[in-house]
């Protein structure tokens, strides 16, 4: 059983930066794509970013690219979100997930091995 972890939410302003932090804690980490979705008030849950297991790899969303950066670190079994020049249309539950796949793209939700749960991050303008 794969756990993940999340932190690093919380409340800042449009045009800052923050970064989110996940933790899992199989040692098989490093066989995973690992990603990150989140999920606004009302809305359904979104891509947002993937990295494949070497961390060679990685996919964003078109709502982030430019903007985000993800990241990951086998030895220590940790992948990050660096979020910079946020928006208020950013404000979500971000979510880390995992799954067993060579192929870094756009993931759809029901396609996840694994799952966090989540941690919030808020845009004010």
């Known amino acids: 059983q794969v756990q993940l972890v999340e932190s690093g939410g919380g409340l800042v302003q449009a045009g800052d930066s923050l970064r989110l932090f996940c933790a899992t804690s199989r040692s098989t980490f490093s066989s995973y794509a690992m990603g990150w979705f989140r999920q606004a008030p009302g809305k359904e849950r979104e891509f947002v970013a993937a990295?494949?297991?070497?961390?060679?790899?990685?996919y964003y969303a078109d709502s982030v690219k430019g903007r985000f950066t993800i990241s990951r670190d086998n030895a220590k079994n940790t992948v990050d979100l660096q979020m910079n020049s946020l928006k208020p249309e950013d404000t979500a539950v971000y979510y880390c997930?995992?799954?067993?796949?060579?192929?870094?793209?756009?993931?759809?939700?029901?396609?996840?091995?694994?799952w966090g749960k989540g941690t919030l991050v808020t845009v004010s303008s």
């Open positions: 990295i494949r297991w070497s961390g060679g790899s990685v």
């Open positions: 997930a995992a799954k067993r796949t060579a192929y870094v793209g756009y993931w759809n939700v029901g396609g996840m091995d694994y």
